[in-house]
Structures are given as structure tokens and as C-alpha cells.
Nanobody, 122 residues
Framework: QVTLVESGGGLVQAGGSLRLSCAASGRTSSTYSKGWFRQAPGKERELVSAINWSNDNTYYADSVKGRFTISRDNARNTVYLQMNNLKLTDAAVYYC???????????????WGQGTQVTVSS
């Protein structure tokens, strides 16, 4: 199995920054593309960003372009999401997920972490 554990969430003021981390382990974890999703209460899950670990291709939702940056470490077992200039609308539970499919296809993700909460205050 693939195990994903998120960390780095917290409470920040609008305009502030957070850096989320997702530690992956398990079978073929380094070969999976990784994505960050978020879900606010009562709202649908949204694919925020993703990275292809083999070619470093990335995806960003229009709502976060220019503010968020996805990256991985050299060991290819940890993915990060640097979130800058946070807005109230960014508040959500953020989930790390992995896929063997297309990184920008939300339906392709099969393995999920438990989530880390991001709260943004005005």
C-alpha cells in the first residue's frame, strides 16, 4: 500500500504563508504523481496542484497560480506545497494524494492522506 502523511497546516492571517509537506511510503510510492487537494466544509473537493515525479511537470488550479508552488525533495518521497499570499478562500482541509494516471485528472487519484487543516483569518 501507499501511505501518505500530511503536515504543516495551521492558522495564518490573510496574506501569510504556509508550507505543507506530504511524506510518502510504501510500494512504488516514488513512481506515483502527487497532488494536493482541498475541501472546505460543504464544498466539493478541489485539485489544487500536482506534480509528476518522473518529469517534474506540474499543474496548478487557476485560483492558486502565482501564489502556490509544488515541489519534491531529492529522494522523491516527499512533496511540498508552498502557499503564499493566502486568502480567506484558501481555508480548507488539504489532502495529499497519489496517482498512476494523469496528474491533472482528479478522478485518477487512488491513495490519500488524512488531511491537514489550513485556516486563514482576516
Amino acid at each position: 500500500q501507499v501511505t501518505l502523511v500530511e503536515s504543516g497546516g495551521g492558522l495564518v492571517q490573510a496574506g501569510g504563508s504556509l508550507r505543507l509537506s506530504c511524506a510518502a511510503s510504501g510500494r512504488t510510492s516514488s513512481t506515483y504523481s502527487k497532488g494536493w487537494f482541498r475541501q472546505a466544509p460543504g464544498k466539493e473537493r478541489e485539485l489544487v496542484s500536482a506534480i509528476n515525479w518522473s518529469n517534474d511537470n506540474t499543474y496548478y488550479a487557476d485560483s492558486v497560480k502565482g501564489r502556490f508552488t509544488i515541489s519534491r525533495d531529492n529522494a522523491r518521497n516527499t512533496v511540498y506545497l508552498q502557499m503564499n499570499n493566502l486568502k480567506l478562500t484558501d481555508a480548507a482541509v488539504y489532502y495529499c494524494a497519489s496517482t498512476l494516471g494523469s496528474l491533472n485528472n482528479p478522478t485518477s487519484y487512488r491513495y490519500w492522506g488524512q488531511g491537514t487543516q489550513v485556516t486563514v483569518s482576516s
